[in-house]
């Protein structure tokens, strides 16, 4: 199906700002860093997911959903905004998030999701969601409901087609300024959707840059495993005979840390210096991380100071609030 001929539930505020940060670059003696501001999409604090979910919670209206159900960490970006998503369709929501705490402290997003009125369901371990979901579609269906599943992350090709969308967005922002940029920077992870969908749209816009993602859980390897087939699974629905090789897939695995949702030193430095320099609020789950890896290719001398990036903001500040012990401790040092 033609990108332009997907049904759309109108939920964020597009196109997202496109801002230059000329503080961080003075702080990091680099290059002329723009941010995409996708934590300004604008529903329940904003996200990158909301893009997703425009062509999500159309198709679950298309097909008569009464109730939709997604899943994620207890701390869930997408899970939040899925909430309020179903909520602004008419549609109940939910949720069923993993956490190794039995009953985790209702903060961040998880106070968001009991707000928009949620039904949240805890597992133990991200592999028992997907089998609690599905038993909780059938109990629904056995009551007469119509759930719509949608996976973590909202990583599906029909989820992925928004962010190809936002690959054209950002080259038409781009042509606009007349400015030329050499590198995106994304966050990367075994959900995959954002990267894939800007994988692919920007090799459909002739690639007038390079995407970078950096990963914030597994290996490069364990990432593109998911990210390519997902890329190519788009294009395919998409109908285009456009597709991607492993070499189009830039993947940097080094700031992963301990693992997911587990900050490092330089994630809470990124922070720090987002929030210091331009009055940016990253989170430490996604573009903390993201944006360390962005800091490092600086220093290290894989930028030049002579380029231009863009940094995709993802939203997630929510998650600060979950965090605020840590964050309190690395402010004092």
Same mark, same amino acid.
């Given at each position: 199906?033609?990108?332009? %001929?997907?049904?759309?539930?109108?939920?964020?505020?597009?196109?997202?700002?496109?801002?230059?940060?000329?503080?961080?670059?003075?702080?990091?003696?680099?290059? !002329?860093?723009?941010?995409?501001?996708?934590?300004?999409?604008?529903? %329940?604090?904003?996200?990158?997911?909301?893009?997703?979910?425009?062509?999500?919670?159309?198709?679950?209206?298309?097909?008569?959903?009464?109730?939709?159900?997604?899943?994620?960490?207890?701390?869930?970006?997408?899970?939040?905004?899925?909430?309020?998503?179903?909520?602004?369709?008419?549609?109940? =929501?939910?949720?069923?998030?993993?956490?190794?705490?039995?009953?985790?402290?209702?903060?961040?997003?998880?106070?968001?999701?009991?707000?928009?009125?949620?039904?949240?369901?805890?597992? @133990?371990?991200?592999? &028992?969601?997907?089998?609690?979901? &599905?038993?909780?579609?059938?109990?629904? !269906?056995? @009551?007469?409901?119509?759930?719509?599943?949608?996976?973590?992350? #909202?990583?599906?090709?029909?989820? %992925?087609? %928004?962010?190809?969308?936002?690959?054209? &967005?950002?080259?038409?922002?781009?042509?606009?300024?007349?400015? *030329?940029?050499?590198?995106?920077?994304?966050?990367?992870?075994?959900?995959?959707?954002?990267?894939?969908?800007?994988?692919?749209?920007?090799?459909? =816009?002739?690639?007038?840059? !390079?995407?970078?993602?950096?990963?914030?859980?597994?290996?490069?390897?364990?990432? !593109?495993?998911?990210?390519?087939?997902?890329?190519?699974?788009?294009? &395919? +629905?998409?109908?285009?005979?456009?597709?991607?090789?492993?070499?189009?897939?830039?993947?940097?695995?080094?700031?992963?840390?301990?693992?997911?949702?587990?900050?490092?030193?330089? =994630?809470?430095?990124?922070?720090?210096?987002?929030?210091?320099? *331009?009055?940016?609020?990253?989170?430490?789950?996604?573009?903390?991380?993201?944006?360390?890896?962005?800091?490092?290719?600086?220093?290290?001398?894989?930028?030049?100071?002579?380029?231009?990036?863009? +940094?995709?903001?993802? #939203? #997630?500040?929510?998650?600060?609030?979950?965090?605020?012990?840590?964050?309190?401790?690395?402010?004092?040092?």
């Amino acid at each position: 199906m033609h990108l332009l %001929a997907l049904p759309r539930w109108p939920l964020a505020q597009l196109p997202t700002p496109l801002q230059e940060a000329r503080n961080l670059r003075a702080a990091l003696s680099g290059p !002329r860093i723009f941010v995409k501001r996708d934590d300004l999409t604008g529903l %329940a604090l904003g996200g990158n997911k909301t893009r997703k979910l425009e062509y999500l919670i159309a198709d679950a209206r298309q097909q008569g959903a009464t109730v939709v159900i997604t899943t994620g960490a207890a701390q869930s970006n997408h899970c939040r905004q899925t909430a309020a998503a179903a909520r602004h369709a008419g549609l109940r =929501c939910v949720l069923v998030l993993s956490s190794t705490d039995a009953e985790p402290p209702i903060q961040g997003n998880l106070l968001l999701d009991y707000l928009l009125g949620a039904e949240v369901h805890i597992v @133990r371990d991200r592999t &028992e969601r997907q089998p609690a979901m &599905e038993r909780i579609a059938d109990e629904l !269906r056995q @009551r007469g409901e119509r759930p719509y599943l949608i996976p973590a992350g #909202g990583s599906t090709p029909l989820g %992925a087609a %928004a962010y190809v969308a936002a690959a054209f &967005e950002l080259t038409q922002q781009l042509i606009a300024l007349g400015t *030329e940029v050499s590198r995106v920077y994304v966050t990367s992870s075994t959900s995959g959707g954002t990267h894939a969908g800007l994988a692919l749209g920007t090799k459909l =816009c002739g690639e007038p840059f !390079r995407v970078v993602g950096i990963a914030i859980e597994e290996d490069a390897g364990a990432v !593109r495993g998911v990210v390519l087939p997902l890329a190519n699974a788009t294009a &395919e +629905f998409l109908q285009v005979d456009t597709r991607l090789e492993a070499d189009d897939l830039h993947i940097d695995d080094r700031h992963v840390g301990p693992g997911y949702a587990i900050p490092t030193p330089a =994630c809470f430095e990124a922070i720090r210096l987002a929030a210091q320099t *331009e009055g940016l609020l990253l989170d430490p789950v996604y573009t903390g991380k993201t944006l360390a890896g962005l800091i490092d290719h600086i220093r290290n001398g894989e930028i030049g100071r002579d380029e231009t990036v863009v +940094f995709v903001h993802t #939203g #997630g500040a929510p998650a600060l609030f979950a965090q605020a012990d840590w964050i309190v401790a690395s402010l004092r040092g």
